[in-house]
């Protein structure tokens, strides 16, 4: 009897909310009462090896979260990319701003990699940023983030590391999301994602990292296939090997994360395997990663030790109460 009344308490709740829902979406421009959004929050994880990573004991994971933000109100934060530097970790990572859906990247600081303080917004601009894929080379730091909207892949260069970073110029031209860049046999490489539907993979090379980058005989890599094609975090040679990670974006935006090991990178041909069973990282069920993972950024510290930092997703119930 009692789980009757119940359900029908809950059934009366339900019509009534969908009743006021569509009533303020008829009057407020079809913009509904509520909605579901993800809450994307930053992790550290750890292990023998960049495929076999999970929470390490003492950590208390998420490291950062859109309330840690101070310059601004931020929805979430996601997609971090860690460098070291003298001794400290800096992580630079999507700031999504409460108000638009024009991302910005944010940076936190740490000096064991395992307790993080966030620092400030470090690049801002007209268009959308996220994906702050940034890296070190001869000496100087460069960051090439995902500038949808922007209508090119952008290089970034540090002016004065961590806080101040300045363009300086366009690698590819066009709408791509998700860059990932990494120097292999005397050569940069760079795969980017077509950003309508996550399902097709590209891949350019360039003789140096602002020269002039050209499509691979064998792009696009992946066509037609969102389990496998969107970059999520950075390549690694670990041993000689090549290792890319991709977002599974099928049923879901970022679902859970695949690897792939490749096996074949030239400029005429390119071949890849997976490089692990299971996914790398997927939907724990429960806490701040209930509903997805999709970016890894894995760093070795040790023999057999590897840190990373990860993204995790658990979406909630978003209410507009004001006009």
Not at 98 to 118: C, H, P, Q, V
Not at 234 to 251: E, K, L, M, S
Request: aromatic fraction near 12%.
């Amino acid at each position: 009897m009692l789980i009757a009344i119940v359900a029908l308490c809950v059934l009366f709740l339900c019509l009534v909310g969908s009743f006021i829902g569509g009533v303020y979406a008829e009057r407020h421009r079809g913009v509904p009462l509520w909605r579901v959004e993800d809450y994307w929050t930053i992790g550290i994880y750890a292990g023998e090896s960049p495929l076999e990573v999970s929470a390490p004991e003492g950590v208390q994971n998420p490291v950062l979260t859109a309330r840690d933000v101070t310059d601004l109100e931020a929805s979430f934060v996601a997609d971090p990319f860690m460098v070291r530097e003298e001794g400290r970790w800096y992580m630079f990572f999507e700031v999504m701003p409460a108000e638009s859906y024009l991302g910005k990247i944010g940076l936190a600081s740490s000096a064991d990699g395992w307790r993080w303080e966030y620092e400030q917004i470090v690049l801002d601009e007209p268009h959308h940023l996220s994906y702050p894929y940034v890296f070190k080379w001869e000496g100087e730091h460069y960051m090439i983030p995902d500038c949808y909207g922007g209508n090119a892949v952008r290089l970034y260069k540090a002016t004065e590391f961590p806080r101040r970073w300045s363009r300086v110029g366009n690698l590819i031209e066009g709408n791509y999301v998700d860059a990932s860049v990494v120097r292999h046999d005397g050569c940069w490489w760079l795969f980017a994602a077509d950003p309508q539907g996550n399902h097709t993979l590209r891949l350019f090379s360039a003789e140096t990292l602002s020269g002039s980058w050209a499509e691979h005989p064998q792009s696009p890599l992946v066509a037609g296939d969102p389990h496998i094609a969107r970059p999520g975090g950075r390549v690694i040679v670990n041993d000689g090997r090549v290792f890319r990670f991709t977002q599974d974006d099928a049923p879901i935006y970022g679902n859970q994360l695949r690897a792939f090991e490749v096996t074949e990178l030239s400029p005429t041909g390119y071949r890849e395997q997976p490089a692990a069973q299971a996914p790398v990282l997927r939907a724990s069920g429960s806490g701040w990663n209930r509903d997805g993972m999709h970016h890894i950024d894995p760093h070795q510290v040790g023999d057999r030790r590897w840190i990373a930092c990860v993204d995790g997703n658990r979406q909630r119930l978003s209410f507009r109460l004001s006009y």
